[in-house]
């Protein structure tokens, strides 16, 4: 399979120092477009070697451990929403999880599945379902839940995902549910469906 390779140190620290400058001295407006259809790799985390390609992608953990590699259309990508219940609030230690679901039969393992621990429980899931969630062991990162009323789909998150251009394009959320427990000084996703409760 083609892999794009990362981007080189020198080029990041280009990007970043634009960044830099359009806070402070450039209108958005001035800036020339960014090509989200290509692959972008900011520094982030520990392992550097995510890749991404016309039909897949990986997820790699802060620590780099674990790595995950998916499907960036159907049908072994099922859904792509952001989740603001209670529990997500926890589990995330913010105030909404960012979340896509993969079909277990297009989901692989590319590393460190034996470094994941999981932590299930269902007392606050509405639904009843139990709800296990899979952590890296060294570093923390939740790297997918799943859910016993969704048998053979894994809820990955957007952030752990190596391609920053794919949290913006393919793997866009379509729908934000339990908004009504959304914190008050946060406002919808833009261009997002805004759904009361539960929209899975
Ligand atoms: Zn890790
Ligand atoms: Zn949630």
Redesign the pocket.
């Known amino acids: 399979m083609p892999r794009h390779p990362l981007v080189p140190a020198s080029s990041r620290q280009n990007r970043s120092l634009r960044g830099q400058i359009s806070l402070q001295t450039t209108p958005r407006s001035c800036l020339p477009p960014v090509d989200r259809s290509k692959p972008w790799f900011p520094l982030a985390g520990s392992a550097m070697d995510g890749w991404s390609n016309e039909e897949e992608a990986t997820a790699t953990c802060f620590c780099g451990a674990v790595q995950l590699k998916f499907p960036t259309q159907g049908p072994g990508l099922v859904q792509s929403f952001i989740?603001n219940?209670g529990?997500?609030h926890k589990i995330t230690a913010s105030m909404f999880?960012s979340n896509f679901t993969i079909a277990d039969s297009h989901l692989t393992h590319v590393r460190g599945r034996e470094n994941l621990s999981t932590f299930s429980q269902s007392r606050t899931v509405a639904s009843g379902n139990t709800m296990t969630n899979h952590f890296c062991k060294t570093c923390g990162t939740l790297m997918y839940r799943v859910s016993s009323g969704f048998p053979g789909k894994s809820i990955l998150r957007i952030g752990t995902i190596d391609d920053f251009h794919l949290h913006e394009t393919k793997l866009k959320p379509s729908v934000e549910m339990?908004i009504e427990r959304r914190v008050a000084w946060l406002k919808g996703a833009e261009g997002v469906k805004q759904v009361e409760g539960s929209a899975l």
């Open positions: 989740c219940c529990d997500c999880a339990f």
